[in-house]
C-alpha cells in the first residue's frame, strides 16, 4: 500500500485529551494495521472525520457516520486481504477534506474535496491506484449527470477519467460500495459500470 513515514500525527501537537479519538467518530471502528493506526491518530483526518450535518445524499450525517457504514459494507461484502485494506484506506480518507474546502470559490481542482484528499492522502501512501481513487470517486456522478443532456461531451469526460485510473476494479468498486449507502441514487454507479465494462469490452 506504500506507507509514507514523512507524516507523524504527533509532531508538533501536545497531548490534548478532549481530542475524539476515531472509535468517537466512526462507531465500531478499529484499526485493521499499523497504517490505519497512524492515519486515524492525525488530527487532521479526526477533524474531518467529524464533519458534517445531515445533508442530501448523506442523510447520516458526520463524515464518521458516513465511513462506518461503508467499513461495514466492506465486511458485508466479505471483502479480505488486500482488497479490504485497499477500500477501508479510501473510505477513511476519501470524504474527510469537505471542511476544508473554500465555499466561496469553484469547488474544482485542488480546492475539490476529493483532491483535497487524494493530497492528504499522499502523506499515508504512494500508490497511484489509491489515490486515483480517492481523487476520482465523485467523478462518475458529475459525468452521469450531464449524460443525461450532452452524451457526446459525457463520453468524452468519461475516456479522459478511465485513462487516469490504474485499476478500474477497485476504482469501480469503491464507487459501488460509495454508492451503496442510504440517500445515494444507485443509478448513476450502474450507468459508470455499464459504460466502463462496454469500453473494456467486459460485458
Given at each position: 500500500?506504500?506507507?509514507?513515514?514523512?507524516?507523524?500525527?504527533?509532531?508538533?501537537?501536545?497531548?490534548?485529551?478532549h481530542?475524539?479519538r476515531?472509535?468517537?467518530?466512526?462507531?465500531?471502528?478499529?484499526?485493521?494495521?499499523?497504517?490505519?493506526?497512524?492515519?486515524?491518530?492525525?488530527?487532521?483526518?479526526?477533524?474531518g472525520?467529524?464533519?458534517?450535518?445531515?445533508?442530501?445524499?448523506?442523510?447520516?450525517?458526520?463524515?464518521?457516520?458516513?465511513?462506518?457504514?461503508?467499513?461495514?459494507?466492506?465486511?458485508?461484502?466479505?471483502?479480505?486481504?488486500?482488497?479490504?485494506?485497499?477500500?477501508r484506506?479510501?473510505s477513511?480518507v476519501?470524504?474527510?477534506?469537505?471542511?476544508?474546502?473554500?465555499?466561496?470559490?469553484?469547488?474544482?481542482?485542488?480546492?475539490?474535496?476529493?483532491?483535497?484528499?487524494?493530497r492528504?492522502?499522499?502523506?499515508?501512501?504512494d500508490?497511484e491506484?489509491?489515490?486515483?481513487?480517492?481523487?476520482?470517486?465523485?467523478?462518475?456522478y458529475?459525468?452521469?449527470?450531464?449524460?443525461?443532456?450532452?452524451?457526446?461531451?459525457?463520453?468524452?469526460?468519461?475516456?479522459?477519467?478511465?485513462?487516469?485510473?490504474?485499476?478500474?476494479?477497485?476504482?469501480?468498486?469503491?464507487?459501488?460500495?460509495?454508492g451503496?449507502?442510504?440517500?445515494?441514487?444507485?443509478?448513476?454507479?450502474?450507468?459508470?459500470?455499464?459504460?466502463?465494462?462496454?469500453?473494456?469490452g467486459?460485458?
Amino acid at each position: 500500500m506504500g506507507p509514507d513515514q514523512r507524516r507523524d500525527p504527533s509532531a508538533g501537537v501536545g497531548p490534548d485529551q478532549h481530542r475524539p479519538r476515531a472509535l468517537d467518530l466512526v462507531p465500531g471502528f478499529e484499526p485493521a494495521n499499523e497504517l490505519e493506526r497512524g492515519l486515524t491518530r492525525d488530527p487532521v483526518l479526526l477533524e474531518g472525520l467529524a464533519w458534517g450535518e445531515p445533508r442530501r445524499g448523506h442523510p447520516e450525517g458526520a463524515v464518521g457516520a458516513h465511513v462506518s457504514d461503508l467499513l461495514n459494507t466492506i465486511d458485508a461484502w466479505g471483502e479480505t486481504g488486500e482488497r479490504r485494506l485497499e477500500l477501508r484506506f479510501i473510505s477513511l480518507v476519501h470524504d474527510a477534506m469537505k471542511g476544508k474546502v473554500e465555499y466561496r470559490l469553484p469547488r474544482t481542482g485542488e480546492n475539490h474535496h476529493a483532491m483535497r484528499a487524494r493530497r492528504f492522502a499522499e502523506a499515508y501512501a504512494d500508490d497511484e491506484r489509491l489515490l486515483a481513487t480517492i481523487e476520482l470517486h465523485d467523478r462518475p456522478y458529475a459525468i452521469w449527470r450531464r449524460s443525461r443532456k450532452r452524451t457526446r461531451d459525457a463520453n468524452e469526460r468519461l475516456a479522459a477519467m478511465s485513462e487516469r485510473i490504474p485499476d478500474l476494479d477497485l476504482f469501480l468498486r469503491f464507487v459501488e460500495l460509495d454508492g451503496s449507502t442510504e440517500g445515494k441514487n444507485p443509478e448513476p454507479v450502474e450507468w459508470v459500470r455499464s459504460e466502463l465494462a462496454d469500453r473494456t469490452g467486459e460485458r
